[in-house]
């Protein structure tokens, strides 16, 4: 950065061209949008049209360049544009984008993957965290010849009908956790029980337990803001799952090769059934995977009755990119001083929340970090709810204004990338000193 670029001076808040683009994409694209948190529907404004991205920084159509934590949703772990993925992605272009048959990095990606996960032996790779969610869900169902799931208030498991239900991410940042189209049948067979109460869980259990195929959870929660699993709560989710011949499934779409090599299962060392990924595996293609032991996924189409399928399922561009993000992500000490800068932005957040006398509770893990306003940690969806989304909102332009790109929305968690450096983190840290003194 230079010195002008890491000034908080609101030097990003004019954008002429983002308007104009915006204006002709509404046009077109459905609230001109292809993924509803983008459109700022909560946060009010214009969006900004994004030009390019490189490294930790986005820079937009009027050439504002901004520090990125939202690193397009988790996926460049690495940086955006990093030399060696783009160098495995141009070689594996040339030699096609789509196969729609085997190839050797489906391999070699899969093998990476499962020698993270303890338990684990085969993976299904597929396009986006939806489809692995769902897919997996159709498994456990399969599997156990039950039908009810449970899920927790504003988890959010990507938008297969079954989950579409008390959902966090863009459903609670529009007001809509419960879609209309979901038909009550659907809606009636998953069962909605607070994040963080294991309680609540071993009652469902102790009325249902027979009915029950899986319950499925994200290790950390990241689309209701960030909010940790409480002690003991994954760990008497692993004890109801075993004991009533549930499947237990980790989304860890989010956290998998974010929070730590392999994802939160390696943290809190619980072995789910069924882990769902996508983003980082990916590097930024859209890559996402199921994977479990083999008496789970050998009852997945060919081998057996379970069916799911996908023309650009296993796509070796995708897979290129997902095997140097990971290749890069293995190296020593990479999550360790990845944690240690995200851990520095979110203690500087807080700082900068008590400076302007404002309630600003921050945590973190890996490279991945939230901050909500609101005196205490948030545990569930309820508490998220209650947290300052209107202070939120100022406090989100007014970064924007000064250069940092946040998600738009409360309801999310945020990223830190490897090619972020600490007087990176130190500009947002001074931004957000600045932002809060304009706002709250
Ligand atoms: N569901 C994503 C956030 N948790 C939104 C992705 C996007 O809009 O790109």
Same mark, same amino acid.
């Given at each position: 950065?230079?010195?002008?670029?890491?000034?908080?001076?609101?030097?990003?808040?004019?954008?002429p061209?983002?308007?104009?683009?915006?204006?002709?994409a509404?046009?077109?694209?459905?609230?001109?949008?292809?993924?509803?948190?983008?459109?700022? =529907?909560?946060?009010? =404004?214009?969006?900004?049209?994004?030009?390019?991205?490189?490294?930790?920084?986005?820079?937009?159509?009027?050439?504002?360049?901004?520090?990125?934590?939202?690193?397009?949703?988790? $996926?460049?772990?690495?940086?955006?544009?990093?030399?060696?993925?783009?160098?495995?992605?141009?070689?594996?272009?040339?030699?096609?984008?789509s196969?729609?048959?085997?190839c050797?990095?489906?391999?070699?990606?899969?093998e990476?993957?499962?020698?993270?996960?303890?338990?684990?032996?085969?993976?299904?790779?597929?396009?986006s965290?939806?489809?692995?969610?769902?897919?997996a869900?159709?498994?456990?169902?399969?599997?156990t010849?039950?039908?009810k799931?449970? #899920?927790?208030?504003?988890?959010y498991?990507g938008?297969?009908?079954?989950?579409?239900?008390?959902?966090?991410?863009?459903?609670?940042?529009h007001?809509? $956790?419960?879609?209309?189209?979901?038909?009550?049948?659907?809606?009636?067979?998953?069962?909605?029980?607070?994040?963080n109460?294991?309680?609540?869980?071993?009652?469902?259990?102790?009325?249902? /337990? $027979?009915?029950?195929?899986?319950?499925?959870?994200?290790p950390?929660?990241?689309?209701?803001?960030?909010?940790?699993?409480? /002690?003991?709560?994954?760990?008497?989710?692993?004890?109801?799952?075993?004991?009533?011949?549930?499947?237990?499934?980790f989304?860890?779409?989010?956290?998998?090769?974010?929070?730590?090599?392999?994802?939160y299962?390696?943290?809190?060392?619980?072995?789910?059934?069924?882990?769902?990924?996508? #983003?980082?595996?990916?590097?930024?293609?859209?890559?996402?995977?199921?994977?479990?032991?083999?008496?789970?996924?050998?009852?997945v189409? $060919?081998?057996?009755?379970?069916?799911?399928? /996908?023309?650009?399922? /296993?796509?070796?561009?995708g897979?290129?990119? =997902?095997?140097?993000?990971?290749?890069?992500? #293995?190296?020593e =000490?990479?999550?360790?001083?990845?944690?240690?800068?995200?851990?520095?932005l979110?203690?500087g957040?807080?700082?900068?929340?008590?400076?302007?006398?404002?309630?600003v509770?921050t945590?973190s893990?890996g490279g991945?970090?939230?901050?909500?306003?609101?005196?205490?940690?948030?545990?569930?969806?309820?508490?998220?709810?209650?947290?300052?989304? #209107?202070l939120?909102n100022?406090?989100?332009?007014?970064m924007?204004?000064?250069?940092v790109?946040?998600?738009?929305?409360?309801?999310?968690?945020?990223f830190?990338s490897?090619?972020?450096?600490?007087?990176?983190i130190d500009?947002?840290?001074?931004?957000?000193?600045?932002?809060?003194?304009?706002?709250?």
């Open positions: 950065m230079t010195t002008e670029q890491s000034s908080v001076a609101r030097t990003c808040a004019s954008r061209r983002s308007e104009a683009a915006f204006a002709r509404r046009e077109v694209l459905v609230g001109g949008v292809n993924s509803p948190v983008r459109a700022f =529907g909560s946060v009010g =404004g214009t969006p900004v049209t994004v030009a390019r991205a490189h490294g930790a920084y986005i820079e937009d159509l009027d050439g504002h360049r901004y520090i990125d934590l939202v690193g397009t949703w988790g $996926p460049a772990i690495v940086g955006h544009a990093h030399p060696a993925v783009l160098d495995a992605v141009r070689e594996a272009a040339e030699r096609g984008l196969f729609g048959a085997p050797e990095d489906e391999t070699r990606l899969g990476l993957v499962l020698s993270a996960l303890p338990g684990h032996d085969r993976i299904r790779f597929v396009n965290g939806t489809e692995a969610c769902m897919s869900i159709r498994l456990a169902r399969a599997a010849g039950r039908q799931i449970v #899920k927790f208030a504003g988890n498991h938008h297969s009908d079954s989950m579409l239900v008390a959902a966090g991410s863009g459903a609670a940042t007001g809509v $956790p419960t879609s209309p189209g979901v038909s009550q049948a659907t809606a009636a067979g998953t069962v909605v029980v607070a994040y109460d294991a309680d609540a869980v071993a009652r469902v259990f102790a009325e249902i /337990g $027979p009915d029950i195929a899986a319950v499925v959870v994200e950390v929660a990241g689309n209701m803001g960030f909010v940790p699993p409480v /002690g003991g709560f994954l760990q008497r989710l692993r004890e109801l799952c075993t004991a009533h011949g549930a499947v237990l499934i989304d860890e779409v989010m956290t998998g090769f974010r929070v730590a090599w392999g994802g299962q390696r943290v809190c060392g619980i072995r789910p059934d069924l882990t769902c990924l996508g #983003k980082v595996i990916g590097g930024g293609m859209p890559v996402a995977a199921y994977a479990g032991p083999a008496r789970l996924m050998d009852q189409s $060919p081998l057996g009755p379970v069916y799911q399928a /996908g023309t650009l399922s /296993g796509n070796p561009v897979m290129a990119a =997902g095997l140097a993000t990971l290749g890069i992500c #293995k190296a =000490g990479f999550y360790d001083r990845l944690g240690l800068l995200t851990a520095r979110a203690d957040l807080a700082g900068a929340g008590r400076g302007a006398g404002v309630a509770s945590g893990l991945m970090f939230g901050f909500s306003f609101s005196a205490e940690p948030v545990r569930n969806f309820a508490e998220a709810q209650a947290c300052d989304h #209107k939120f100022r406090f989100f332009h007014a924007l204004d000064r250069g790109w946040l998600a738009p929305s409360g309801y999310e968690a945020a830190v490897a090619a972020h450096t600490e007087a990176d500009a947002v840290i001074g931004a957000a000193a600045d932002a809060l003194a304009e706002v709250a």
